[in-house]
């Protein structure tokens, strides 16, 4: 059972920049699988932030192109999520996830694994 461990996230004022990563405990799916970041506000579904597949094609919803950068290091089986111009709206509980690659990213379907989520709060 893969583990996911998010760690950075907090406190940051709108306009301003701040990232989380996300290590996995063992390589998964013989390195071929996607890895992402979701997001969830109160009382709000999860929504999807960004993947990015074996092959490094990143995808972004369209709330965040331009100002978040997803990237992955294999060697380290870790994902990172950069923010920058946060605003308030994108405040919520950050949650990496981890699958094959075989389905649509953007869907929570296509991902086996989820960290525990950690939180931003974006401060206006």
């Known amino acids: 059972q893969v583990q996911l461990t998010e760690s950075g996230g907090g406190s940051v004022q709108a306009g301003g920049s701040l990232g989380v990563s996300c290590a996995a405990s063992e390589r998964a799916f013989n390195g071929y699988g996607t890895m992402a970041w979701f997001r969830q506000a109160p009382e709000k579904d999860r929504e999807f932030v960004a993947s990015i597949s074996w092959n490094g094609i990143r995808d972004y919803a369209a709330s965040v192109k331009g100002r978040f950068t997803i990237s992955r290091d294999d060697a380290k089986n870790t994902v990172a999520l950069q923010m920058s111009s946060l605003k308030p709206d994108d405040e919520a509980v950050y949650y990496c996830?981890?699958?094959?690659?075989?389905?649509?990213?953007?869907?929570?379907?296509?991902?086996?694994?989820w960290g525990q989520g950690t939180q931003v709060i974006v401060s206006s």
């Open positions: 996830a981890l699958g094959p690659g075989r389905e649509d990213p953007h869907t929570r379907a296509a991902y086996y694994y």
